[in-house]
Every structure is written in C-alpha cells, then in structure tokens.
C-alpha cells in the first residue's frame, strides 16, 4: 500500500501537509492529498507538542460540513478512505485540485477577535460600519463579509470588498464568493445553535475546477477555521470561551514566553483540555460520538 513517504510532498504549513497523487487514475486534474497534522500553533509559532487527535477533529468536522452544505456550493472533497494511506486514515482527505482564489472568505456573525477591535477604533469592521454602541461579543444585526488577504507568513490582512475584486480579478466572481460565504454561514449557524453551540464567526477558501467553477476548498467550519462559543453560559459584554486553541493561547500568554519562535511545550493537562475541547466541538456540531469518525474510518 502507498504510504506518505512515497508521495511527492507539495506544500507543508504550520497544520497541514498537501501531498501530489498524480498516480490516480482520473479524468481530470490528478488529486491531492490533504492531511491535517496534530501540531498547534499559537502567535504564527508552532509548538512542539502536538494535540492528540486534533487532526481527526479538523478532517471528521470538514467531512461533516462538507456532505451538509453540498447543496449550497461544490465542494473538493473526493474521499476520506479510498486512496488514504493506512497511516494517514482519519485525518487525510483525497480532494479535487483546484485553482485556489487569493483571499480569505471571513463572515461574521458576532462582534469578537480582531473585529472587536476594529470595531472599537472606528465604528466598523474593513469598512463595514455597524450600529453604535455594540458590547463584545454581541450578536450582530445580520452576518458580515470581511475577507482577507492570505499571507505566507506572519497575519493575514483585513480588505474591504473592492480590494478583494481586485485580487480576484472578477467582481462577479467575488459577489458569487461573498453571496456563497454568508449563505454557507448562516446555514451553519443554524445548525450549530440547534446543538447548543454558537458560531461567532469562520473563513473559508473557495478554488475554480478544471471548468472554472466555484469549489469550497481546504477545511470548513472546524474549530481551527471557525470560532465557536459553547450557548450555555453565553453572556455579551466580555470574551466567551470557544472550542478551540483558546485554552493553549491563554496559557502560552501567561507562560512568559515571549510569542517568538521557538514556542515552547505545552504542559500535559494543557494538551488534555485542548483535546476534550475539540472532541467535544466534534461530538455536538455531528451528533455522534467520535469514536463513530474513528471507526467510519479504521482510524481507531
């Protein structure tokens, strides 16, 4: 059976590896594979102690999403088994190569994060400008479009929709992107809000096909890509705790690390409660056990 090591590696980020299939026997473009790590990052630094599991979270969720929103928007998605190496199953995926689009897709539904800020200094968010008077994390009066610019290295940048069109290179395209990301959203939130949880905001990554066509590409609404607040105990006017690296961010910023490389390790009951809160984000947003995606998968 083909393993990782016998594929040609394309590109390597702080979570993910894409690596090129180009043996597949397909009609179109040869596939990739897409497979999500178990390392974290916190301030553009990856530690050296990875979240057991983590990857199987961020793969079983995006399978999830994937299969629930189809009907919204093509997605890249090929499979989750077939043509997975054995030692990758659970946390690889087959997908669709695609001509990736040059932004970031960021819909919010809640004002929070970078936004927050944003909002504070000036009334709006990448020049949106909301009602006054709005309290952290405060839902707002309907969803948000503020894409970004994707960076290889360091943050992402905040535009407006005219600079976005003008990366793209299509303004009909970016409306159909823009239309596609809140509908995409709203779904989700809806869904997310019936299982107790609230999704404050996500980005997503959308790439033309071989037909130029519009495909929802890499991961979609895992807690990496999306932040997500637990309902219960929900309160506006302060920070809310989410299902995400938050617990290893609050920790690494009263660690006294200094936020420059190299991070440092991160302590076991950090990586404990980091693990329970993305299986959990797993278990509410699907609605089965996640031993259910280990054993779909062989991954157990």
């Not at 807690?223 to 690494?252: H, N, T």
Request: proline content about 7%; charged content about 25%; aromatic content about 8%.
């Amino acid at each position: 059976m083909t393993t990782l090591a016998d594929l040609p590696l394309i590109a390597s980020g702080k979570v993910r590896e894409m690596y090129d299939l180009a043996d597949l026997d397909v009609a179109e473009s040869p596939p990739l594979l897409m497979v999500a790590s178990d390392r974290i990052s916190t301030y553009d630094a990856v530690h050296p102690t990875p979240i057991p599991d983590k990857g199987k979270v961020l793969t079983g969720l995006s399978v999830f999403w994937f299969a629930k929103t189809a009907q919204i928007v093509a997605n890249h998605m090929i499979s989750a088994t077939d043509g997975v190496p054995e030692e990758a199953l659970g946390r690889a995926l087959v997908v669709r190569r695609l001509r990736m689009l040059p932004v970031e897709c960021v819909v919010r539904g809640y004002i929070t994060g970078s936004g927050w800020k944003d909002y504070q200094a000036s009334g709006s968010v990448s020049r949106i400008p909301l009602p006054a008077g709005l309290r952290e994390s405060e839902q707002l009066p309907e969803p948000i479009f503020t894409p970004s610019t994707k960076a290889d290295v360091g943050h992402d940048e905040a535009i407006d929709f005219d600079r976005a069109a003008e990366l793209v290179g299509e303004r009909a395209l970016m409306e159909r992107v823009r239309d596609v990301s809140l509908e995409l959203y709203s779904f989700a939130a809806e869904h997310a809000r019936e299982r107790g949880v609230i999704l404050a905001d996500t980005k997503f990554e959308f790439g033309l096909d071989d037909h130029g066509e519009l495909v929802l590409g890499d991961e979609v609404l895992t807690p990496d890509s999306s932040r997500y607040w637990p309902a219960d105990g929900f309160e506006v006017g302060r920070g809310q705790p989410s299902f995400d690296k938050q617990f290893v961010r609050d920790w690494a910023a009263s660690s006294g690390w200094d936020k420059k490389p190299p991070a440092p390790a991160i302590p076991e009951d950090v990586v404990a409660g980091t693990r329970a809160r993305y299986v959990e984000a797993y278990e509410l947003i699907a609605g089965e056990p996640f031993d259910a995606w280990l054993a779909r998968t062989g991954s157990a």
